[in-house]
């Protein structure tokens, strides 16, 4: 679909739905970009607005997007899983695996690998839900950490964007 979107000819309406949305758009695509189902179409929408944005707000204003994604995702996994983390953590798995590796590691190594899975066009879930599964990251800490990391992210998208165009 992403490949389509970004090289068909016949798709050109939508190119220019999507640019005479402006910045609007751009927002609307950070929303997108932030789910591992519609992140390939809207990587390819943030190449084709890269061309006619400038990057250095485009960036900020589809980083908010990914954001406003990313908070629907951390609360519903905060607040609607909450049990089932507990469970999970309990399990016979996991509980062995504090006496082989230090939890400080495990902590570090888990944050690293969901905050790269967040600043990447890769499934955002899966690093939003490792994050709302450490207790000690707050909603604020939370937004902070998933707007750079996605902000990062969308700017290499653009600043590619903004090369082949």
């Not at 469970?87 to 190594?109: G, N």
């Amino acid at each position: 679909m992403a490949y389509l979107l970004f090289s068909y000819r016949s798709f050109a309406s939508l190119h220019n739905a999507l640019i005479l949305l402006g910045y609007f758009g751009t927002f609307l695509t950070g929303i997108l970009y932030a789910y591992g189902f519609t992140a390939p179409p809207a990587t390819a929408m943030l190449l084709i607005l890269a061309g006619d944005q400038n990057i250095l707000f485009a960036g900020l204003v589809a980083g908010f997007g990914a954001l406003l994604s990313d908070l629907i995702i951390f609360l519903f996994i905060r607040h609607g899983f909450a049990d089932e983390i507990e469970r999970f953590a309990k399990e016979k798995f996991f509980q062995r695996i504090p006496k082989k590796v230090s939890i400080i590691l495990q902590r570090y190594v888990l944050i690293a690998f969901a905050c790269f899975l967040i600043a990447s066009p890769l499934p955002t879930e899966i690093g939003v839900t490792l994050l709302a599964s450490l207790k000690n990251i707050s909603i604020k800490k939370f937004a902070v950490i998933a707007y750079l990391l996605h902000t990062m992210g969308i700017f290499v998208i653009l600043l590619i964007g903004s090369n082949i165009s």
